[in-house]
């Protein structure tokens, strides 16, 4: 399954990826899972305060956080498909609201499993959107860099007076 949007924003790519280096695929690669339950409940704490969101104002009761918990055995799932895969997870950390497995592999293993091409800009980043199982989709947001990513080059239109 693509992981849509997933990726560096492409006006970042267009303006950089001719002077990057070419990327070793036997270069270690390091990423972070970024768990979709999380990303709802981030979204969910934005929407509190904007009135155009459906979450406006609609507080979460006692206890009700809990829902956005990565399961255990979800967590757990994800780590051995990754070390199945052939990548070292290098640290798992299962929290209340924060859970994160960070893992690492040759770039070429990376590009193979997640069926995407991979260019360093300081950091890691995918180019396309990553493919991952189906089974996995309501629980990887996605994959993050362990450095932030460039900015976009602003656009300037050339305007005639």
Same mark, same amino acid.
């Given at each position: 399954?693509?992981?849509?949007?997933?990726?560096?924003?492409?006006r970042?790519?267009?303006?950089n990826?001719?002077?990057?280096?070419?990327?070793d695929?036997?270069?270690?690669?390091?990423?972070?899972?970024?768990?979709?339950?999380?990303?709802?409940?981030?979204?969910?704490?934005?929407?509190?305060?904007?009135?155009?969101?459906?979450?406006?104002?609609q507080?979460?009761?006692?206890?009700?956080?809990?829902?956005?918990?990565?399961?255990?055995?979800?967590?757990a799932?994800?780590?051995?498909?990754?070390?199945?895969?052939?990548?070292?997870?290098?640290?798992?950390?299962?929290?209340? !609201?924060?859970?994160? !497995?960070?893992?690492?592999g040759?770039?070429?293993?990376?590009?193979t499993?997640?069926?995407?091409?991979i260019?360093?800009?300081?950091?890691?980043?995918?180019?396309?959107?990553?493919?991952?199982?189906?089974?996995?989709?309501?629980?990887?947001?996605?994959?993050?860099?362990?450095?932030?990513?460039?900015p976009?080059?602003?656009?300037?239109?050339?305007?005639?007076?």
């Amino acid at each position: 399954m693509k992981m849509s949007g997933n990726h560096i924003d492409q006006r970042v790519v267009s303006e950089n990826l001719s002077s990057l280096p070419k990327v070793d695929p036997n270069a270690i690669v390091t990423l972070r899972v970024a768990f979709a339950m999380q990303q709802e409940f981030h979204d969910r704490v934005e929407g509190l305060y904007d009135p155009k969101s459906p979450y406006y104002h609609q507080f979460l009761k006692t206890g009700e956080w809990k829902r956005f918990v990565v399961r255990e055995e979800d967590f757990a799932e994800v780590a051995r498909w990754l070390r199945g895969e052939g990548f070292e997870v290098v640290s798992e950390s299962k929290g209340e !609201i924060n859970s994160t !497995i960070t893992f690492s592999g040759k770039a070429s293993t990376i590009e193979t499993v997640f069926q995407a091409r991979i260019a360093n800009f300081g950091g890691y980043y995918f180019l396309d959107d990553p493919s991952i199982p189906t089974r996995f989709a309501k629980i990887i947001a996605g994959f993050l860099s362990n450095t932030p990513p460039p900015p976009p080059v602003p656009v300037v239109e050339d305007r005639a007076f």
